[in-house]
């Protein structure tokens, strides 16, 4: 069993909020995959598949390793988890999956390696771009996609959804050789890959 976990904030005032691109990409692998959501009771939504487990945390994404234990900790190795989540060292449209890493100062990463005491799970790392010098990047994660940005924001959603696919399928050295390349052109040109 694979556990695919989506960072996030619960609740609409968050929904379409960049730190929310975890749980953004996770509703777009459950349409595809034609699944559907029920609450744990575990501070988590779930949708289960054949292999694998999606879960979307529903505690405030500083406190994400709380609600994840509860939902995890009973079932699995931590090298069963990936972690899905916004990055703003990555330009908006791009991805990169890694095998293990460290917080980067990302709290709802760190929330989770403090909780299951490891780092050795495997991330997938959403690309929202840096903050422009005069917004705090607090500010800047918790605001909401431009217009201007919607057609990457699209395409980065189809590709993660397509990159939690191949690791489901075919692992994560598999996922990160298709995934982790630098297209030659744009993401939107070359169709996702």
């Known amino acids: 069993m694979k556990f695919i976990v989506g960072l996030g904030n619960p609740g609409k005032k968050y929904s379409k909020t960049r730190h929310n691109i975890g749980f953004m990409v996770l509703d777009r692998f459950a349409e595809t995959a034609n699944l559907s959501w029920k609450h744990s009771g575990d501070r988590a939504y779930i949708s289960s598949g054949d292999n ?8 405030y994404m500083n406190n994400t390793g709380t609600a994840l234990s509860l939902t995890i900790k009973k079932y699995i190795s931590h090298e069963n988890i990936l972690l899905v989540y916004d990055d703003m060292d990555i330009d908006l449209g791009r991805i990169k999956i890694k095998k293990t890493g460290s917080a980067a100062g990302h709290k709802g990463v760190q929330s989770v390696i403090d909780v299951l005491d490891t780092r050795e799970f495997c991330r997938l790392r959403v690309g929202i771009g840096r903050p422009p010098e005069n917004i705090d990047p607090v500010d800047y994660v918790l605001s909401e996609f431009k217009k201007s940005e919607m057609e ?40 996702g890959e």
């Open 152 to 191: 990457l924001l699209k395409t980065s959603i189809e590709t993660s959804s397509q990159a939690i696919s191949a690791y489901l399928d075919y692992g994560i050295s598999v996922a990160m050789n298709k995934f982790n390349k630098k297209p030659e052109k744009s993401l939107q040109d070359s169709g």
């Open 52 to 59: 694998f487990m999606l879960i979307k945390p529903q505690l």
